[in-house]
């Protein structure tokens, strides 16, 4: 398999083993995107009320007007929520009676598997999000996946995480004696290992007869199945040099990210920059009107160092040997190469980070290559 490295991080960057809540936000905003909206202003609405089509309210309150506002994929209109603070919610939502393999396989793709590993793997330096998914829940999700394996006879099924992760090591050796069918497997800590491509071939299984699945997914799917309940919450890491209490938050999912950083962060310096989902393969935002998303996993804060100049490329090829998919951002610059790379590029960040002259080949990718 391809060649990975372990990026190096400040060790003094350490979270906390204890989770903060902001669950009671006044107000949450959903995306609109193309989908019809399903209420009227002024609308009265339940936890598991479908507001938009495919979009459920995470909290029970009245429905406002739309807004324009940002997300980490998107920049558009937002149907606003005012919280009541009811935590009133939709009746028969969800499979509460007996899990049963015809109701499992509608919303997990097991048909002609052999192997189902759940993976609580976490990319980025300084985030931990799916690993304390695995931390909080491990015993909710060492039921499923036993059940799972009760209803579908699979050859294997692998919980993975990372060699370093000794507390959740220690966790489920205690209990996997009750569980002789799954099996833990560690893996070190090399950059991408988390993504499926790599952790299929780092584990040399066959892509056709494995699935996937993130820790978070399958708590997702556990709480639905088992208890009949939709997501209207989640994890995410706030972290980064520029704080002092570097923490796992849980989070309404609509949520305002100022009103959660000016509700329990504390700053140790004042000029920093946001980075949305990692600093390799995420990207810097502002917080300015930044709503909390299913697909946010972590906001890194950082200290606004000015940043190390660019230097003269010098063809060492660094870049080349470290692209995981064997693209050569030296032709980044080239319009019909990066027309081609912008499709197979996985934004990975490994050629930047590479560089001896500090090279930002991401600007090409984004069209600024004038920066």
Not at 58 to 63: H, R, T
Not at 333 to 361: D, M
């Amino acid at each position: 398999m391809e060649k990975l490295i372990e990026l190096t991080k400040d060790d003094s960057i350490l979270v906390s083993s204890k989770i903060e809540k902001y669950l009671k936000p006044d107000k949450v905003y959903l995306p609109v995107n193309q989908n019809k909206i399903l209420v009227n202003p002024k609308t009265l609405v339940k936890i598991g009320d479908e507001v938009i089509e495919n979009v459920l309210s995470p909290i029970s309150g009245i429905v406002q007007g739309l807004k324009k506002l940002t997300s980490y994929d998107e920049t558009g209109y937002f149907l606003e929520i005012i919280n009541n603070y009811e935590e009133r919610s939709k009746n028969n939502i969800g499979f509460k009676n007996k899990l049963t393999k015809e109701k499992l396989l509608k919303f997990i793709n097991l048909t002609s598997k052999t192997t189902l590993v759940l993976n609580a793997i976490d990319d980025e330096v300084y985030v931990l999000t799916q690993n304390f998914y695995l931390s909080l829940y491990y015993e909710e999700l060492l039921e499923l996946l036993d059940e799972i394996n009760k209803l579908i006879k699979l050859e294997h099924i692998y919980i993975c995480l990372k060699a370093s992760s000794s507390a959740n090591i220690n966790k489920l050796m205690s209990d996997l004696g009750m569980y002789p069918d799954i099996e833990l497997i560690t893996v070190p800590n090399l950059y991408l290992l988390g993504q499926p491509t790599f952790l299929l071939k780092y584990l040399n299984l066959e892509a056709s007869k494995t699935c996937i699945i993130n820790a978070e997914d399958f708590y997702d799917l556990y709480n639905y199945l088992k208890r009949g309940r939709i997501k209207s919450e989640k994890l995410i890491t706030l972290s980064g040099n520029a704080l002092k209490n570097p923490m796992i938050v849980q989070v309404k999912i609509g949520t305002l990210l100022k009103d959660i950083l000016n509700e329990l962060i504390i700053y140790n310096c004042k000029d920093v920059l946001y980075f949305a989902n990692g600093i390799m393969s995420g990207h810097n935002i502002s917080i300015e009107n930044f709503v909390i998303t299913n697909n946010l996993s972590s906001i890194l804060i950082m200290a606004n160092y000015s940043p190390k100049k660019e230097g003269k490329c010098l063809n060492c090829g660094a870049c080349i040997n470290i692209c995981p998919v064997h693209l050569n951002p030296l032709l980044f610059s080239n319009e019909k190469y990066l027309k081609k790379a912008q499709k197979e590029c996985l934004k990975c960040g490994l050629c930047s980070y590479i560089c001896p002259v500090y090279i930002n080949f991401n600007k090409f990718l984004k069209g600024d290559q004038n920066d």
